[in-house]
């Protein structure tokens, strides 16, 4: 039940172009442009809101990402202090969902399953507290949202749940200083956030300085997500 209203939910948020006096119950919403190399190779709709399935204050985070090849529809539910409860993920190729992962957060545990037409996956993974953990797909950005973001000079332990694998990896967040990014011509200032994980890759994102998530950059493969206009006020 939790999924089907997960994937209903995504398709209301992302068809509503002018939502009325409920909007300001959206955390954030908007689009990223994705970029290989400069050229652009895909968008990410996304939306943030406040929901009542997850208990009081609780976060629900779906998007659209359109690449060339495929689409995803990811769908996260969080509690209030961003930890996460649910998630589901839908891949699809010619109008057609190719693969789809799904998860459950209880108890200290990960229950994860990834299913494809060849394959079947069901992978159980211990996530004790007081562990920060947080999901991370390769493919969609405005899960950097989620990340805790160490204050200066300091750094954030967590664990990162990569869906697509899937598996548990450590990281850790650490702010690097001030800098600026340009989003629809305008230059605004910002904080920029390390990620690094035990593999020894970088990422590298964004925030402006009132918690508005700006740009994500994978150096490892070459991508930049920046967003298409200014954060809503």
């Known amino acids: 039940m939790r999924a089907t209203r997960l994937v209903a939910f995504c398709t209301l948020a992302l068809a509503a172009a002018a939502p009325p006096a409920g909007a300001q119950e959206f955390l954030d919403r908007g689009t990223f442009l994705i970029e290989r190399a400069g050229t652009e190779v895909g ?8 929901t009542t399935g997850g208990g009081p204050g609780a976060i629900l ?3 659209t990402v359109h690449y060339r ?4 529809r990811p769908a996260l539910e969080l509690t209030g202090d961003l930890a996460p409860l649910s998630y589901q993920l839908d891949i699809s190729a010619g109008g057609r969902v190719v693969e789809r992962f799904s998860a459950q957060f209880a108890r200290g545990r990960i ?9 079947e996956v069901l992978r159980e993974f211990p996530a004790p507290p007081p562990a920060a953990v947080a999901v991370l797909d390769d493919d969609a ?3 950097f949202y989620f990340l805790p973001r ?10 990162l749940l990569l869906p697509r694998t899937p598996t548990l990896v450590d990281a850790t967040v650490r702010r690097v200083g001030p800098d600026t990014v340009t989003v629809a011509g305008r230059s605004l200032p910002a904080d920029r956030f390390a990620l690094h994980l ?3 890759e970088e990422r590298i994102f964004w925030f402006t300085p009132s918690g508005d998530l700006l ?6 493969r070459d991508l930049v997500a920046t967003r298409t206009s200014l954060p809503p006020s």
């Open 43 to 50: 968008r990410e709709d996304f939306a943030i809101r406040r």
């Open 61 to 63: 985070a779906v998007a």
């Open 69 to 72: 090849d495929r689409d995803l």
């Open 111 to 119: 229950a994860a399953r990834i299913a494809t037409q060849q394959r």
């Open 141 to 143: 950005f405005h899960q």
């Open 150 to 159: 160490a204050a200066g000079g300091g750094t954030r332990a967590l664990r």
């Open 198 to 200: 035990e593999d020894g």
């Open 215 to 220: 740009r994500v950059a994978i150096p490892r």
